[in-house]
């Protein structure tokens, strides 16, 4: 079975763009996270989706938004983008919204 | 909201020698306690967890053990491999948005 899977794997930007990374769980998995991990540090909770509805959203602008889709899949959308958006963006999928997640491999997204 | 602290920040030990990393939190209500093990090109993977009504589990060479009044938990990594050779995280929460700690790189010296 496929795990979760992320795309791109890389991305670079310039200040000021917009950015669109996705998301695809596990099969059957029905819950999807989106984490920040800058270098060096641990990832950030930003939103948590479960049956295409949010059911959180953590410390982060309003540029920052997301939305799952009718096969679960999910969607990471960052506007105006600013250096210190570049990071790792993690998504991590789950069978329900409390049950284990399991980490995709990540987007390396650079803002220039 | 949660906050994790995790140490050591690095560790380097002897292959076969153990390992422990150490997490501390600071919401009582936190029930959930995952460890990831995180790689280059591999991602974040699962390795072991623990919810706030055992103590202790154990799977192989990995353990992890929770102290609820103290509000601390550890990994412990036993007869240590060059494959073990990674960054850790602990994490902790109350409803799976999972705050995380800075991570612990981990180098196994053959």
């Known amino acids: 079975d496929a795990g979760v899977t992320q795309s791109p794997t890389h991305l670079i930007k310039t200040r000021g763009q917009q950015v669109t990374l996705r998301c695809s769980p596990i099969?059957?998995?029905?819950?999807v996270s989106w984490y920040q991990q800058v270098l060096g540090q641990g990832p950030q909770f930003i939103f948590q989706?479960?049956?295409?509805?949010?059911?959180g959203r953590g410390n982060f602008p309003d540029r920052f938004s997301a939305r799952q889709f009718p096969n679960y899949s999910s969607e990471l959308n960052v506007n105006a983008l600013l250096l210190g958006d570049s990071a790792l963006y993690l998504c991590?999928?789950?069978?329900?919204?409390?049950?284990?997640?399991?980490f995709g491999q990540g987007t390396r997204l650079t803002v220039v | 909201g949660e906050n994790v602290e995790q140490h050591p920040s690095t560790l380097s030990v002897q292959e076969g020698d153990s390992a422990v990393i150490k997490c501390t939190y600071s919401?009582?209500?936190?029930?959930?306690f995952p460890w990831y093990k995180q790689e280059l090109g591999k991602g974040s993977q699962l390795i072991i967890d623990?919810?706030?009504?055992?103590g202790e589990k154990k799977d192989q060479r990995i353990a992890v053990t929770l102290n609820k009044t103290a509000k601390h938990f550890s990994l412990h990594i036993t007869e240590t491999q060059p494959e073990d050779s990674a960054v850790y995280f602990c994490?902790?929460?109350?409803?799976?948005?999972?705050?995380f700690g800075a991570g612990t790189t981990v180098t196994v010296r053959a």
């Open positions: 989706y479960y049956e295409k509805e949010e059911r």
């Open positions: 623990i919810r706030s009504n055992v």
């Open positions: 099969s059957g998995h029905k819950s």
């Open positions: 919401d009582s209500a936190s029930n959930y």
């Open positions: 991590a999928s789950s069978f329900t919204e409390n049950t284990e997640a399991f």
């Open positions: 994490a902790a929460t109350s409803d799976y948005k999972l705050s």
